[in-house]
């Protein structure tokens, strides 16, 4: 429900959404009007039938158990490794590294410097490398909600709040203020 959707819209649904399909089987089960319905605030049409077509799958080939398997996962219906990994993360607190457009745009900048040079497959990997680092192993989705945190308050996209920024190697900032506190 978060693809091209911010969660604040996603949050006015969802405690709707799973009080009324609370397993993949009830989501098989239920009339595509009923999911359009409900799910269309958040717009994009076609997410209703790409919620079903992936329960359906979720029922038919792992028994309704979401699989804590992201290889597994990817095989859904616009699953890519990061809906994987956050699934397998959240869900089974598995490990893995969590690389959004927000999470890469802060190790973007923390790591700069080093990734100079270095090609795009490699740049994914590194930061990928570095998230692991960070991340607790006895509870790894702290760091990923800090990291969306930060880049939601402090680390934007446009006009970074630098002076407020906890990090304070972080290499884009220097390069924006000069000097960091």
């Not at 819209?9 to 009080?19: E, G, L, N, S, T």
């Not at 089960?29 to 979720?58: C, F, H, M, T, Y």
């Not at 490794?81 to 959004?100: H, K, M, Q, T």
Request: net charge positive; proline share 7%.
């Amino acid at each position: 429900m978060l693809r091209q959707t911010t969660a604040r819209q996603v949050d006015k649904i969802w405690p709707k959404f799973m009080r009324r399909f609370p397993d993949p089987k009830s989501l098989v089960e239920a009339d595509i009007r009923e999911v359009e319905q409900l799910i269309a605030p958040l717009g994009i049409r076609s997410r209703a039938r790409q919620l079903k077509e992936i329960a359906r799958i979720i029922v038919e080939r792992w028994q309704g158990r979401i699989p804590a398997d992201p290889a597994g996962l990817m095989e859904l219906p616009g699953v890519g490794e990061y809906i994987a990994n956050c699934v397998v993360s959240f869900c089974y607190g598995v490990r893995l590294p969590l690389i959004d457009s927000n999470v890469r745009r802060v190790l973007m900048r923390v790591l700069g410097p080093t990734l100079a040079g270095l090609g795009r497959k490699e740049v994914s990997e590194a930061l990928k490398r570095a998230y692991l680092e960070l991340a607790s192993v006895t509870d790894p989705r702290h760091l990923h909600y800090a990291l969306l945190d930060l880049a939601a308050l402090v680390c934007k996209a446009e006009k970074p709040l630098c002076d407020n920024c906890p990090i304070s190697l972080c290499p884009q900032c220097k390069r924006q203020e000069g000097t960091f506190k």
